[in-house]
Nanobody, 116 residues
């Protein structure tokens, strides 16, 4: 069955770094664009970063540009989100999403808390 499993979340101090991973299985990972979303309490889910299927193109929300880096390793069926210079406003549940031509899949999310 299709699975997207996020990991790497946790508590980090402002200014710190964290790397999230999303391990995919059960589908042709290399044919899917991958996206990271986040949802803070009481807020709408928002797109944070996206990467094309081959990893040749990336896009970022303005709020994270220059601080976050999305990457993927198609040999490992894994997409990553490197988060640097973290701010309290980055606190949210982070979700990965696989986007294909005809279908999409969501992970269950991992919580990132940025607090001193």
């Amino acid at each position: 069955q299709v699975q997207l499993v996020e990991s790497g979340g946790g508590l980090v101090q402002p200014g710190g770094s964290l790397r999230l991973s999303c391990a995919a299985s059960g589908f042709s990972f290399s044919n899917y664009a991958m996206r990271w979303y986040r949802q803070a309490p009481g807020k709408e889910r928002e797109l944070v970063a996206a990467i094309s299927s081959a990893g040749s193109s990336t896009n970022y929300a303005d709020s994270v540009k220059g601080r976050f880096t999305i990457s993927r390793d198609n040999a490992k069926n894994t997409v990553y989100l490197q988060m640097n210079s973290l701010k309290p406003e980055d606190t949210a549940v982070y979700y990965c999403k696989a986007d294909g031509s005809f279908n999409y899949y969501w992970g269950k999310g991992t919580l990132v808390t940025v607090s001193s």
